[in-house]
């Protein structure tokens, strides 16, 4: 079943990260994204609440972005158009998107956040492309996740284990899933008494059995840790 996704990922570990750093009160917003060759995707991309020179200066200086091009200036309301090629890290985290089958659906900043809107052709593959996401060294909480053609969020609970209960609701508690978070991944593994590595892999392991079970069993209830 076709699944649209809404993703969220941390400004700072992944695209323009630098300008968004320097220009804290940067607009942005992914217009399209075009393929350029089998292996590299060029966003298009709606700059606000910036000035040409200034946005021109932390682009060049910033690592995430290879090459960038102004394509059009809308005077009356101060958005620049932009042609970006990221840089290979970025890159590579896209990549994970489309190799799965991915379409970017929509993209933009928000409070710290780049929030992205995916659709999949099956749930395993958007299940596949956050795994994979994750493994570049990116985090990403799943915020919303439905099926194609339906209205409501689905909601449900959901089959862990007793480790990935305990890992996932001492990690609501403690904040790790607030935005700006409220714990690290590394001060909560220490409240755990379990190794960074572990921990990581047990909270996405958890994640992806509720994303399972949200598409498997639409008419559930979403439980939540006291």
């Given at each position: ?40 995707t ?9 000035g ?6 932390a ?28 840089a290979?890290d970025?890159?590579s ?21 780049w ?5 999949f ?17 990116v985090r990403?909480?799943i ?14 609970t ?13 990690a ?9 978070r409220e ?10 008494d379990?190794?960074h ?29 006291d």
């Amino acid at each position: 079943m076709t699944t649209i996704a809404e993703l969220s990922l941390s400004t700072d570990e992944f695209a323009l990260a630098e300008t968004l750093q320097q220009l804290p009160a940067l607009d942005v917003r992914v217009e399209s994204v075009v393929a350029e060759g089998p292996t590299r995707t060029v966003p298009l991309v709606w700059f606000s609440n910036v000035g040409h020179d200034e946005l021109e200066n932390a682009l060049e200086s910033d690592p995430t972005v290879a090459e960038h091009r102004q394509l059009l200036e809308n005077t009356e309301d101060g958005k620049l158009f932009y042609r970006l090629k990221y840089a290979a890290d970025v890159e590579s985290v896209c990549q994970c998107v489309y190799t799965d089958g991915g379409t970017v659906l929509d993209a933009q900043v928000t409070d710290g956040q780049w929030t992205l809107r995916l659709l999949f052709p099956h749930r395993e593959e958007l299940s596949d492309a956050v795994s994979a996401i994750e493994d570049c060294g990116v985090r990403v909480d799943i915020r919303r996740m439905v099926e194609a053609g339906q209205d409501e969020e689905l909601e449900t609970t959901a089959a862990l284990t007793e480790p990935q209960q305990e890992a996932i609701a001492e990690a609501y508690r403690q904040g790790y899933y607030d935005v700006p978070r409220e714990i690290s991944l590394e001060e909560l593994a220490n409240e755990l008494d379990i190794s960074h590595q572990a921990l990581s892999e047990r909270l996405r392991r958890a994640n992806r059995v509720l994303a399972g079970e949200q598409l498997d069993n639409p008419s559930g209830e979403m439980a939540t840790p006291d």
